[in-house]
């Protein structure tokens, strides 16, 4: 439990920056159309072959350690034991691309009149922000709890991150 809220407090939120740092590029270069189509198959491709092959076979390893015979509890589970394990990762991307693709569609004048000067001060104001609806999300779906294969109390720095990326590569900040 120690080693996994030290890793969730930087690493997969690292990989949601980076992620949503190179959407925005990846979707102007190649058009709406062809980005949704690239996405789904790099990684729900990738979802598929594991959930359909992979996650049973692991199971039937499982098994086999517990005197189950091996390749008759893997065909018994082909098909039927479907699981993202490790992949919940891409699930999450596939629904940050879809969800990117709308968000521009949206007027964000508002919001920026909102925002305070100076970097710092934005900073802080996004730390509230995730720390308020992290507290709210951990109400609705405390620790071990998996929505859609997914603990979904994390989210609400890996949605605020994948946001912060595309602006950032927008502004070039982490060039700069």
């Excluded at 930087?10 to 992620?19: D, H, I, P, T, W």
């Excluded at 015979?69 to 993202?84: E, H, K």
Aim: glycine letters at 10%; charged letters at 10%.
């Amino acid at each position: 439990t120690i080693v996994t809220a030290v890793d969730q407090s930087f690493f997969m939120g690292f990989f949601f920056l980076l992620a949503g740092y190179f959407t925005p590029a990846s979707r102007a270069r190649k058009g709406e159309s062809a980005y949704h189509g690239d996405r789904m198959w790099r990684l729900m491709f990738p979802m598929l072959v594991y959930g359909y092959l992979l996650q049973p076979l692991t199971h039937a390893f499982g098994r086999a350690a517990q005197g189950e015979p091996f390749w008759a509890t893997y065909l018994q589970l082909l098909g039927l034991d479907f699981g993202l394990g490790p992949l919940w990762f891409n699930q999450a991307l596939v629904f940050f691309a879809v969800g990117w693709c709308f968000l521009p569609r949206f007027s964000l004048a508002k919001l920026r009149a909102l925002w305070p000067a100076g970097f710092h001060a934005r900073v802080a104001v996004l730390v509230l922000i995730t720390a308020i609806v992290a507290f709210a999300l951990r109400l609705v779906a405390p620790v071990g709890h998996n929505y859609f294969g997914m603990q979904i109390g994390y989210f609400a720095s890996y949605v605020l991150l994948f946001v912060v990326g595309a602006v950032c590569h927008r502004t070039q900040l982490l060039e700069r």
